[in-house]
């Protein structure tokens, strides 16, 4: 299916909850209501047209005024990709959890949630991942200063 | 110990000592005698070690230390591990900590008091001097479990308990391969298995029957389980258990382990020589070539060869896991090694 | 039963074969090198030491900029009016005198942009590897220091290499 | 394997330092004796905020900085990264630079499957086959330094050229190279693979089912292992993979359940040789050219976003890419293949044994430095 096809079928199917598409865009998007993202997660990977059932990238982008977590999809069968983003309040972040669609999500949210504070609702396990469990701060904010010690270490 | 006690008459009023001083002294000589060189074989092997893993790798291995292909290599480690610190980790527990190196190496040491190493090199003739081997052989296993207890380190706990079962199951199968050898002779002595070789290759066990030719590959099998060497090193499978059993060790009492491990080789390629390449005899019969190379030469060159044999299969092959380890002792080697007692027996009475 | 005396069989097989592989690789020659007293030559494109001719260097800044680890550091003054005009050996005009030029090896991650972004090439990496110090700060060569040394008391220690 | 769990569990911790977790991972086993009846691993002990640093620094100098992920395949990392700007850029190169990327990508492919089957052997035990991985591995180093300067991070794709051209005679000794290599993988095959202590420790272990896979995010060989035929080279073909002939191996499961670490194994093994087929065909394909030829003076990409995946030698390496029109990239996030693999150890390694746990660990060849970024 190409990009088009695929906004067009998720338009139709969700309709205003799909806030923006992008289908000829170097990367084809659409911009998701945060609300919508597991119906919309669930439609992709189940619906036959589509089947995405490979996950390849979840990660957070902070842009100042909001911060957006990006869903790169690729189906395996119908050897397609469509990103999906999903637009969130910077103060508090916060958006269901994909886990139980692509297993996978469970590391990628973890670690969105350890550089930007992304609270996934519903994860199983939303523990920091890269940073020690008790780091301050999220590292890929943009406004995020480096502290200058943690734990009387020097950083 | 005879021979050693007649050199020692030549000391200058060795009647006049007190009695007890020479009663033990004889015991004592030999122990440092061979003690002595246990160490000098040990340090030997090792370098040797080095160099065929080296040679199988392309590479060289050490060259530097004492110009020759840098054959004092293994003596300066020696050294530099006598000088290193004795580190014991705060809680372990201490006693059994410090002892189990010394444990370790006493069953290899022992041993060899039975071993023939020539026509009148040993140091006792027992008459059950298989057995004594086979006994005093597995004092090791105690040693081990001591130190991965004591180390009170996990992987040390789990080393231990891998070498305890291990070493166990594999008594069985090569005490049975030993039998195959004990049944012709009638003797444990280990100097009567000898003699019952005399005469040149044609007589050695190995290749009197193929049923011995048999066991002699499952006594080396269950031997270099034995000793914990490859294919059979789960104890201290480096990418498993760090080091097993002697992860925590440093400086002495490690070289007291790694000394152990080398002097269990040369005991097992001691064993094996013995029952089955003929010990210290000669390799063709004297009738045909008048015996030139002294008897404990020729044994060591046969101990040698059992040894490189261990180190060929070390560095070509990889590990096996527990349940294998253990699948082969018990429904591999076992069910072998009795049919093959059996089939010596039946030869034995029906021949 | 039969699987059984297959899996012995095809284990004795297989481990005879390795065996036979080994043995051979045991009268191979040898590939290494016996380090200090064999030296490999390094290609020409090694990429190892930065080493600054500090003759040429017209003091721009360009591999400060480059540099992805800021392992580089330049101080500059213009040169006065009154001073003789001295060019680069590629006919460069100098117009700037470099005070210091400080490059940090223990920081450097031998990318070689530096070496890219250098108008009159005068930033080379060199071949030169075995250069371990037992202090962090002796990684820090400077290279500016003998130009002033015309205007300076010479230093005792120069530690460029 | 039916294990019941009831007994007590002794907690094992596997690192962060341990000859055989590749880096520093640590793995929390629970164990019930030799039994794992958990495995959870801690990763982040290699972080140095990589998506943070690249924000800092302009588009060219970020190419060193990729480097440094996947260090035993650093020509591949540094390639996805250069072909992403490229496409956002809209940069075409030459027919000369497009060949000599591939002819540098995959041998470097084939150095880094040589590290993952040496120490592989290394995991399972057999301390030779590593040397012999490496013996070759330097050869290919030597032909790296020759053309770059460079042993392990090369920095030598750069965005819309590469850093130096082909030395003369380069194609010569590549050639001599790959005739002299292709024995060698028989070689190992003999000493290693076909080994049936090798086979028994490491058929049958692991399995990992091809939905689990694909659930999983697991891409690359470990995929394929499982029988899953995707290869981003085939699949979204880049560089003009295309052009080249060349087969994706995929596990058969010869010697015991699909998706087993031999299996994923042998899939690297059967990738090297192709990865020579590939070569061949490229150095065939090389015409003169200038390497610098569209070298843009400025690197800077118009806003946008963009993702670019390209197969390395551990799965499919992804780079998404915001840029707001300046000369830095306002976000870069990686899709790390060893990652999306390792969130899957949990589910594998569940009730096997220790000796397993190394086994698997070692088949999913992950380079830490890349899961921690």
Redesign the interface.
């Known amino acids: 299916m190409t990009p088009q096809e695929i906004a067009a079928l998720i338009t139709e199917r969700f309709g205003s909850r799909i806030l923006e598409s992008k289908p000829d865009a170097i990367n084809p998007w659409s911009a998701v209501e945060p609300a919508a993202i597991l119906e919309v997660s669930q439609f992709l990977r189940a619906d036959d047209r589509l089947s995405m059932d490979h996950l390849e990238l979840l990660g957070g982008v902070d842009y100042k005024d909001r911060i957006e977590v990006v869903y790169v999809l690729y189906s395996m069968k119908h050897r397609h990709r469509y990103t999906l983003k999903c637009r969130l309040p910077r103060e508090a972040p916060v958006i269901h959890t994909v886990e139980s669609v692509w297993a996978v999500a469970n590391w990628h949210e973890r670690e969105a949630y350890d550089m930007f504070g992304i609270v996934f609702d519903g994860h199983s396990d939303l523990r920091r991942i890269l940073c020690p469990d008790d780091w301050e701060g999220y590292p890929l904010r943009k406004d995020y200063k480096a502290p200058k010690s943690y734990r009387d270490m020097p950083v | 110990m005879e021979s050693i006690a007649r050199l020692l008459q030549f000391i200058p009023r060795y009647d006049a000592l007190p009695g007890i001083v020479r009663a033990l002294l004889p015991v004592l000589v030999s122990c440092v005698v061979i003690f002595a060189a246990l160490a000098i074989a040990v340090l030997f092997a090792v370098w040797l070690e080095r160099k065929v893993s080296a040679h199988i790798q392309d590479r060289l291995g050490p060259m530097y230390v004492g110009g020759w292909h840098g054959w004092a290599q293994t003596l300066a480690d020696a050294l530099k591990l006598l000088l290193k610190e004795d580190i014991v980790p705060a809680s372990a527990d201490r006693l059994l900590y410090k002892m189990a190196p010394f444990i370790v190496f006493l069953g290899a040491f022992a041993a060899f008091v039975v071993v023939p190493f020539g026509a009148s090199s040993f140091v006792s003739d027992l008459n059950i001097g298989v057995l004594y081997i086979v006994a005093v052989g597995s004092l090791s296993v105690i040693g081990i479990i001591m130190a991965g207890w004591a180390s009170n380190n996990k992987y040390s706990l789990y080393g231990g308990m891998r070498a305890a079962a291990q070493i166990i199951s594999y008594e069985i199968p090569s005490t049975i391969a030993i039998m195959t050898v004990i049944i012709p002779v009638g003797s444990l002595s280990m100097v009567d298995i000898v003699n019952a070789q005399k005469g040149g290759i044609q007589h050695w066990f190995l290749f009197r029957n193929p049923f011995i030719f048999l066991a002699f590959i499952v006594y080396f099998i269950a031997s270099l389980a034995e000793v914990n060497r490859t294919p059979f090193d789960i104890p201290e499978a480096e990418s498993e258990l760090v080091a097993g059993y002697h992860t925590e060790y440093s400086g002495m009492r490690f070289a007291f382990f790694f000394l152990a491990e080398y002097a269990n080789m040369f005991l097992v390629a001691s064993v094996a020589t013995t029952l089955f390449l003929g010990g210290w005899t000669q390799i063709i019969p004297a009738s045909i070539v008048p015996q030139l190379v002294p008897g404990p030469i020729l044994f060591f060159l046969k101990v040698l060869v059992i040894i490189f044999l261990q180190m060929w299969l070390r560095w070509s092959l990889p590990r096996l896991r527990v349940d294998q380890l253990m699948y082969l002792s018990w429904k591999v080697l076992l069910p072998i090694s009795l049919v093959l007692v059996l089939s010596v027996g039946w030869l034995a009475v029906y021949w | 039963m039969l699987n059984y005396f297959k899996n012995l069989g095809l284990g004795s097989v297989t481990v005879l074969k390795s065996m036979g592989v080994a043995w051979r690789h045991l009268f191979t020659r040898s590939v290494t090198l016996q380090y200090p007293t064999e030296k490999w030559t390094m290609p020409e494109r090694s990429r190892a030491r930065l080493f600054n001719k500090i003759e040429d260097c017209i003091g721009c800044g360009q591999c400060v900029r480059a540099c992805p680890t800021n392992c580089i550091t330049i101080k500059t003054e213009k040169r006065g009016k009154d001073e003789p005009e001295i060019f680069a050996s590629d006919g460069t005009a100098i117009k700037l005198r470099t005070l210091t030029y400080d490059i940090d090896m223990a920081l450097c991650c031998y990318c070689g942009l530096c070496t890219f972004s250098c108008p009159t090439h005068c930033l080379t990496m060199t071949g030169e590897y075995e250069y371990s110090v037992y202090d962090k700060d002796e990684h820090i060569y400077h290279f500016a220091e003998d130009k002033l040394a015309t205007s300076k008391a010479p230093k005792e220690k120069v530690e460029i290499a | 394997m039916e294990v019941d769990y009831s007994g007590d569990v ?1 907690t ?1 911790n596997m690192g962060p330092q ?3 977790t590749h880096g520093v991972l640590r793995l929390e086993l629970k164990t019930d004796g ?1 039994i794992v009846a958990d495995a959870i691993p801690h ?2 002990y290699l ?1 140095r ?1 990589f ?2 640093h690249v924000e800092n ?1 302009d588009y ?6 990729t ?2 992920m996947d260090y035993c395949a650093a020509m591949n990392m540094e390639l996805g990264y250069v072909l992403a700007v490229e ?2 850029m809209g940069i075409q190169v030459n027919n000369r630079v497009r060949c000599i990327r591939i002819i540098m990508a995959e041998l470097d492919r084939i150095a880094s499957h040589l590290i993952a089957a040496g120490t592989y ?8 086959p590593f ?2 991985c490496f ?1 070759d591995r ?1 050869t290919i180093l030597d032909l790296f ?6 042993r392990l ?1 090369y ?1 030598y794709n750069w965005i819309g050229g590469l ?2 051209d082909l ?1 003369p005679g380069f194609e010569k000794r590549l050639i001599e190279f790959i005739d002299y290599f292709e024995p060698q993988v028989d ?1 190992l095959n ?3 693979s ?5 086979i ?2 490491t058929a049958a272990v692991g399995i990992l089912s091809p939905e ?1 896979a ?4 697991v891409t690359g060989p470990n995929l394929r292992g499982s029988g ?1 035929k ?1 290869d981003v080279r085939k ?2 073909p880049y560089l003009g993979y295309q052009d080249i002939d060349f087969e994706i191996p995929v596990g058969k499961g010869e010697y015991g359940p699909l998706g087993s670490c031999w299996d994923r194994y042998m899939v690297r093994i059967r990738e090297v040789k192709e990865s020579c087929k590939i070569i061949r065909q490229a150095v065939a394909q090389l015409t003169p050219g200038d390497v610098h030829e569209s070298i843009p003076k400025r690197v800077k990409p118009p806003a ?4 670019m ?1 390209t197969e390395c030698p551990r799965g ?1 390496l ?1 780079y ?1 890419i ?1 840029s707001d029109g300046s000369l830095k990239p ?2 870069l ?1 990686v ?1 790390s293949p060893c ?2 693999v ?3 150890f949990r ?1 594998v390694s569940r009730g096997t ?4 746990v ?1 086994a698997i660990l070692g088949s999913f060849d992950i380079v830490l430095g890349e899961i ?2």
């Open positions: 002794m094992l341990h000859p055989s030799e990763i982040g972080h905020c998506e943070k620094v060219p100098a970020v190419v060193p900085y480097d440094r496409k956002l052997g290394n995991d399972i035990g057999s301390f030779t040397l012999w013996r330097e330094e020759e053309t770059c300067g460079a991070l920095n850093m130096y030395k070689k003999t000493l290693l076909d080994n049936y202590i090798f028994k420790r689990t694909i659930s999983y995010g899953v995707f699949d979204e946008g976003d963009i993702y995946r499919e992804g998404y915001v306002y976000r996030k899709k990652f999306t390792m969130s899957a589910e044994m220790i000796s397993d190394v921690d970024r």
